[in-house]
């Protein structure tokens, strides 16, 4: 049976990957908390791969966070999540290790890259500087994978997801993404009777949103894509795959959608001094598209989902 590494299992996308590695089955899932291994810890993770015998990676763990924590704690952006990079592909190929899938960015494109964002945009132009120090370590950990295929031979690809959301997201009131952020928020308030939620920026930066269940599916199937038919598909000096629904919305519709979701009445108060950041980020996911995967959890069919999720969960979810 392949051993396959889940790193970041107890997050959202590394969850969900677990999830759908146990119940397609043939395989061992194999997984440490961040306490059992800190994967900024070069010996740790040495240690790991020459004794587990390790056949496949999906590198989720990482250093994250949205918008605020980004622009607040740019060196721990930067700072871990090189060393994850670092620590997990080097120590995976010293090991052995043939296959690996890291998780980037969608934040590795310039600010203002034309749209939609393909996979050629990568290094055209400046970043947004909210989250440059992170994108700059999801920028170098693909061109970890590029250079280990050149050099070793071996078979590390990367998926650039749009911003996530579902299941084991994180709902902590400012380091979090916007829906998990504004999710906790409305429902808060609906329990309060409250008159009208904060909502960050001026409502206008448009995003594209994909479920977790369908980003843990896009993962695997790019995973499990032959070499030949992922070669084909990508170039030797560009080997990244943007992982999407295609679709965006302004952040002012994301709060309509919510208000109706969770069924709070009240008003929306936009909070100018927060930033917009990027002012859009649509992914061109044509190329996944060409190999065969499309999306298929509609933005309200995947709010509906994850807000039952967080009822069921209100003693538990992470915050
Ligand atoms: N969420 C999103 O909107 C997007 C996410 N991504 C990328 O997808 C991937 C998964 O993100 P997501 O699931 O949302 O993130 P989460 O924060 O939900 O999960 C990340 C996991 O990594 C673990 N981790 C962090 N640092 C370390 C460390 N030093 N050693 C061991 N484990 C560590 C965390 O453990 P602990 O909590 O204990 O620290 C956590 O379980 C990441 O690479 C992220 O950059 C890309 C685009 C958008
Ligand atoms: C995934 C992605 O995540 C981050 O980039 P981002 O796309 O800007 O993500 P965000 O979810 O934080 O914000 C999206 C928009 O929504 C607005 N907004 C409103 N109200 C809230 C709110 O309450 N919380 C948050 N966080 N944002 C809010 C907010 O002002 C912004 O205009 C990067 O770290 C980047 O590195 C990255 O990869």
Request: charged share 20%; aromatic share 10%; proline share 1%.
């Given at each position: 049976m392949r051993r396959i590494y889940v790193a970041g299992h107890r997050g959202m996308v590394g969850s969900g990957l677990v999830r759908q590695?146990?119940?397609?089955?043939?395989?061992?899932?194999?997984?440490?908390?961040?306490?059992?291994?800190?994967?900024?810890?070069?010996?740790?993770?040495?240690?790991?791969?020459?004794?587990?015998?390790?056949?496949?990676?999906?590198?989720?763990?990482?250093?994250?966070?949205?918008?605020?924590?980004?622009?607040?704690?740019?060196?721990?952006?930067?700072?871990?999540?090189?060393?994850?990079?670092?620590?997990?592909?080097?120590?995976?190929?010293q090991a052995g290790v043939t296959k690996l899938l890291l998780l980037g960015s969608s934040c590795i494109y310039p600010k203002a890259v034309s749209q939609p964002m393909s996979e050629e945009a990568l290094l055209t132009d400046v970043l947004e500087p909210t989250n440059e120090p992170y994108a700059i370590a999801k920028i170098a950990g693909i061109k970890l994978c590029e250079s280990y295929n050149r050099q070793h031979g071996v078979d590390y690809r990367s998926v650039m997801p749009t911003n996530l959301y579902g299941e084991n997201d994180n709902f902590h009131p400012e380091n979090s993404h916007v829906i998990p952020a504004m999710m906790r928020r409305f429902h808060e308030a609906k329990l309060n009777n409250d008159s009208s939620v904060v909502v960050w920026g001026s409502g206008t930066p448009m995003r594209e949103f994909l479920h977790v269940n369908d980003m843990a599916a896009a993962s695997i199937y790019v995973m499990d894509l032959d070499t030949e038919t992922y070669q084909s598909h990508t170039q030797a000096m560009l080997s990244h795959i943007n992982v999407g629904t295609g679709v965006d919305c302004t952040i002012r519709e994301l709060a309509?959608?919510?208000?109706?979701?969770?069924?709070?009445?009240?008003?929306?108060?936009f909070d100018a001094s927060k930033p917009d950041g990027a002012p859009r980020k649509l992914m061109n996911v044509e190329r996944l598209a060409q190999l065969g995967w499309r999306a298929n959890i509609s933005l309200l069919e995947g709010l509906e989902q994850t807000y039952a999720w967080f009822l069921e969960h209100q003693n538990d979810y992470r915050k």
């Open positions: 590695l146990m119940q397609a089955g043939g395989v061992e899932v194999i997984t440490r908390t961040h306490a059992e291994l800190d994967l900024t810890n070069q010996q740790a993770v040495a240690d790991f791969f020459a004794t587990e015998s390790i056949d496949e990676v999906y590198l989720a763990a990482a250093r994250v966070g949205g918008i605020f924590a980004n622009n607040t704690y740019p060196a721990d952006f930067i700072y871990d999540n090189l060393m994850i990079e670092c620590n997990v592909i080097h120590q995976a190929y309509e959608s919510l208000k109706q979701v969770i069924g709070f009445e009240g008003e929306l108060a």
